[in-house]
């Protein structure tokens, strides 16, 4: 199970940082990975973390202003999101792919996801 939080409404230029927390004793061997989908639009690849955490992967739309990272001693992922744009406005998942596997951008291969968590950017 996936439990996000941290969503709000935050200004344009603003930050926030969600969390995603695990249940389970297995965390710490999932790639993990942070998709959004805004409204009318399909879900988007947002950031990803291999198990260890010693490999990331961006989209161009968020490289230099989101961060992922995950502490395994808490059973938790991260993403801090800076200079937040209206663009950003979306409903943000965590999701998880067991096995100690390479980040994939592709939601289908992620077998776990949370309930998600609203981010609104307003100017």
């Known amino acids: 199970q996936l439990v996000e939080s941290g969503g709000g409404l935050v200004q344009a230029g603003g930050s926030l940082r969600l969390s995603c927390v695990g249940s389970g004793r297995t965390f710490d061997s999932y790639t993990m990975g942070w998709f959004r989908q805004a409204a009318g639009k399909e879900r988007e690849f947002v950031a990803g973390?291999?198990?260890?955490?010693?490999?990331?992967r961006y989209p161009d739309s968020v490289k230099g202003r989101f961060t992922i990272s995950r502490d395994n001693a808490k059973n938790t992922l991260y993403l801090q999101m800076n200079s937040l744009k209206i663009e950003d406005t979306a409903i943000y998942y965590c999701?998880?792919?067991?096995?100690?596997?390479?980040?994939?951008?592709?939601?289908?291969?992620?077998?776990?996801w949370g309930q998600g968590t609203q981010v609104t950017v307003s100017s």
């Open positions: 973390i291999t198990w260890s955490g010693s490999n990331t």
């Open positions: 999701a998880a792919n067991p096995g100690r596997l390479p980040i994939t951008t592709e939601g289908h291969e992620y077998t776990y």
